[in-house]
């Protein structure tokens, strides 16, 4: 069977994990990489072709690319590079700055739509699985609203959002963030309350501060407590620790994750769904439903349909190499 | 809007749990019931239209139902009366003889696409929704096993189609079979081992049992725990109580379930996901299920599609009444 043809567009910790993923997907291969700095990925990788991301008819000569997945920044990079490329090629990416979700899916959608080709949008565990089972959740059980946990295993989950913002602040040398979960507030939604949560009532979280030499303790603090949005509505912690035991005792990208729904069914029985994942490294994982999606892409372009789509205007079906005959047979 | 007309052929626990579901679903009306004991059923629901089943022409024009849920038995009743409906209108159903599904997809898929109908089988939770987790779980963490458990409660999950096997049992009055996890089987799995369970490794059966007068218990204990496929190959319990017990401490449909698949992504980091149900009644959580898939049947329908579906080939966004708009600003 003809490989579906992948390009990596943007390396960094997703794109890592795309090209270790592309290796247990017998069905795909990648083709190249183009990223902005192809030196530094070039040494990286000695063996993979790389390219300049500007080179477009030099990759698309060279690479043939059936999916671009895309693994650039959401911040600065999606937006940009998700409607460019969608020009060229079908695409997926893991665009998960949520509240821009539709302004996204438009621009990449009239892209997709104008040069035939399909993207695949926001996908990964949230926004992606997650979304699904929000979505599953709430139609199987009419009523029962859908929550999303993060960070309940004992150490948290790291939120690279949040360390990039602590990073930001004048004074911090190197920092990283752990979200824990609020069992408490589990609880309630486990026992079919159905509350209505502020943020700051479902995590905390807890900061790891590497401090240039000199700087203020205590502005710190200040700052890291009182930044809007990211830590002023959470019960925060910070910690100062040395750069040896950051790397050492906190590193890796571990993530963990709870989709939730309570509810009734028909006559006053309790119904409660559950969707649990725990992942050593949150970009692999992430990277692992991007490829599974690139698979789905190149069927949804084979079938010529074009324009944006998320995981949830996408049959299941699509994602596995399984045929019809053996999902019926072994899956069902 | 105008509402999607359901009917619903055949009523017992399920029929009974898509009558109670569709009144929680306001975009769908109950047009009416047909069934092969009218009366019995009239006598419940004084103010449902019943109709005999098969009284063809008379309830399609009294009726006029855009889906046919259908909630007959999966060993006798779907066989036939899937592929005969399939003809006449858009149907869903919860066809669960895993081991027939091939054969029962290929009936209704001739027929329906014969007739120009939309045929959804085999949803429900097991198969239904667990089948959608297991495909889900291997395709994001290649190489994973996907895994189910049952009856991970305290009291376990009823098990209706064990409870019939042992009411056929001479000298059994009446019956019902609780199914258990082994949880040291589960611990196997999360651990990440992948193993090749035999059926009995992964559940043991706890049967509550209510002789006839004068019945021989041992004759009885060593029928049931000899029986092949559904008590042989497990640890098998047998409890002799009386009618009255039976009925106040047995009662109910409780079910539970745990589609679990474990593995690594990318560099040897460990990848969990998994799915949790648990349901205060089995057949109602079913019922839901087919409520909401008879919402994506219609949509298919009026796509103009045919032909067999299962969960696995329907869009998510299909299950819910919410727009695309509502689904990007809220729920991805
Ligand atoms: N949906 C989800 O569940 C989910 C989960 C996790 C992450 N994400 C998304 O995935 C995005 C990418 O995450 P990431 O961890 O891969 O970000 P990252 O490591 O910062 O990489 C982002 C981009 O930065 C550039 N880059 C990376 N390392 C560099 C270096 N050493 N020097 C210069 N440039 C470098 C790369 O582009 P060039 O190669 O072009 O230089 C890369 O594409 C995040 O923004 C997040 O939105 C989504
Ligand atoms: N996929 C899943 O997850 C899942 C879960 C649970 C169940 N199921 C399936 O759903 C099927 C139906 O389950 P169920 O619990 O609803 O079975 P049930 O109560 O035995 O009903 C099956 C049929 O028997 C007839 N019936 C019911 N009560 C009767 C009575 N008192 N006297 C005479 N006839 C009666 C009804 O047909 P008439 O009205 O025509 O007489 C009804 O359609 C099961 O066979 C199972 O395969 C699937």
Redesign the interface.
């Not at 029985?269 to 490294?281: D, K, L, M, T």
């Given at each position: 069977m003809k490989k579906i043809r992948v390009m990596i567009v943007g390396y960094g910790n997703v794109g890592?994990?795309v090209r270790?993923?592309l290796g247990?997907?017998p069905d795909m291969e990648l083709v190249g990489i183009v990223s902005r700095s192809p030196e530094r990925v070039g040494k990286e990788l000695p063996d993979v072709p790389v390219m300049a991301i500007s080179d477009v008819e030099g990759w698309k000569k060279a690479f043939r690319p059936d999916v671009a997945i895309l693994c650039g920044g959401s911040k600065n990079d999606l937006p940009q590079q998700g409607p460019e490329f969608a020009k060229y090629v079908n695409t997926v990416d893991s665009f998960d700055n949520?509240s821009r979700?539709?302004e996204y899916?438009a621009d990449i959608d009239a892209a997709a739509k104008a040069s035939g080709h399909v993207s695949v949008i926001?996908t990964g565990w949230d926004?992606g699985?997650f979304?699904?089972?929000?979505?599953?959740g709430?139609?199987?059980?009419?009523?029962a609203r859908?929550y999303g946990f993060y960070g309940l295993g004992e150490k948290g989950g790291l939120s690279m959002g949040h360390s990039d913002a602590l990073r930001t602040i004048p004074g911090v040398k190197d920092a990283r963030q752990f979200t824990h979960a609020i069992p408490e507030a589990i609880e309630r939604v486990r026992r079919g309350e159905n509350p209505a949560f502020e943020p700051g009532d479902m995590h905390t979280r807890e900061c790891f501060v590497v401090l240039e030499e000199g700087a203020d303790r205590e502005a710190v603090t200040k700052t890291i407590l009182s930044m809007p949005g990211y830590f002023a509505p959470y019960k925060t912690t910070v910690n100062f620790v040395s750069q040896q035991e950051l790397d050492e005792k906190y590193k890796?990208f571990p993530h963990d994750g709870l989709a939730i729904a309570v509810g009734?069914?028909?006559?006053r029985?309790?119904?409660?769904?559950?969707?649990?994942?725990?992942?050593?490294?949150n970009p692999?994982?992430t990277?692992?439903?991007l490829v599974?999606h690139a698979?789905a892409a190149a069927r949804l372009a084979g079938e010529n349909r074009s324009g944006a789509f998320?995981?949830?205007?996408?049959?299941?079906?699509y994602?596995?190499t399984?045929s019809r005959?053996e999902?019926?047979?072994h899956?069902?």
């Open positions: 890592r994990g270790l993923s247990k997907n949520h979700i539709p899916f926001s926004p699985i979304s699904l089972e929000r979505v599953l709430g139609a199987f059980i009419p009523g859908a890796g009734e069914t028909g006559d029985h309790a119904a409660r769904v559950e969707y649990r994942c725990i992942w050593g490294s692999e994982a990277a692992n439903v599974a698979r998320t995981i949830l205007d996408i049959p299941p079906a994602f596995t399984l005959e999902l019926l047979e899956w069902m």
